[in-house]
T-cell receptor, first 115, second 110 residues
Framework: NAGVTQTPKFRILKIGQSMTLQCTQD?????MYWYRQDPGMGLKLIYY???????DKGEVPNGYNVSRSTTEDFPLRLELAAPSQTSVYFC??????????????FGPGTRLTVL | DQQVKQNSPSLSVQEGRISILNCDYT??????FLWYKKYPAEGPTFLIS?????DKNEDGRFTVFLNKSAKHLSLHIVPSQPGDSAVYFC?????????FGTGTRLKVLA
């Protein structure tokens, strides 16, 4: 299993450009998440999905959109990039909660800089 | 409104000594807690968890203690090794979402 994969690893955008961060998992997990981590800060949830066709906003959704057409893929879209979106973005997945054994599995991250 | 707090942004410990990382929470309904470890340029990886019905869980050099009355948990690493140098996050699960603390950067000095 590759686990959670993210592309690209790095990207520099100009203000106003758009891009899609790709995320794929091969563990057949229902739940998928997008987080951002700013320097010195914890992980903040942008969007999450509990299954194909179902998405919901997290703590910091403004400026982002997501879709979940398949169980495996959960792309994150930035329509009009702004410097405030400079961050490291992590995608994660998890199985449905069944007790204390459940954890999230994270991808390696995408480092995005908006200039 | 930070439901999970890690008040120490960094910690330095000598190799071979004990590392203690702390986490406080506000919601007494959390039914379990997790610790994640993150190396630079990598995603967080799961380290250890504890159910709210327990007060201790041990896995090798890592032990997590839960004090429900104080709404406090701590991660003990004994003995600390240079490879333990990383950022450690505590987390608690909501209905669908996980709530993460801001992390503590541990540096183990050789």
């Amino acid at each position: 299993n590759a686990g959670v994969t993210q592309t690209p690893k790095f990207r520099i955008l100009k203000i106003g450009q758009s891009m899609t961060l790709q995320c794929t998992q091969d563990m057949n997990h229902n739940y998928m998440y997008w987080y951002r981590q700013d320097p010195g800060m914890g992980l903040k949830l942008i969007y999450y999905s509990v299954g194909a066709g179902i998405t919901d906003k997290g703590e910091v959704p403004n400026g982002y959109n997501v879709s979940r057409s398949t169980t495996e893929d959960f792309p994150l879209r930035l329509e009009l990039a702004a410097p405030s979106q400079t961050s490291v973005y992590f995608c994660a997945s998890s199985p449905p909660r069944q007790g204390s054994a459940d954890t999230q599995y994270f991808g390696p991250g995408t480092r995005l800089t908006v200039l | 409104d930070q439901q999970v707090k890690q008040n120490s942004p960094s910690l330095s410990v000598q190799e071979g000594r004990i590392s203690i990382l702390n986490c406080d929470y506000t919601n007494s309904m959390f039914d379990y807690f997790l610790w994640y470890k993150k190396y630079p340029a990598e995603g967080p990886t799961f380290l250890i968890s504890i159910s709210s019905i327990k007060d201790k869980n041990e896995d090798g050099r890592f032990t997590v203690f839960l004090n429900k009355s104080a709404k406090h948990l701590s991660l003990h690493i004994v003995p600390s090794q240079p490879g333990d140098s990383a950022v450690y996050f505590c987390a608690a699960p909501g209905t669908y979402k996980y709530i993460f603390g801001t992390g503590t950067r541990l540096k183990v000095l050789a």
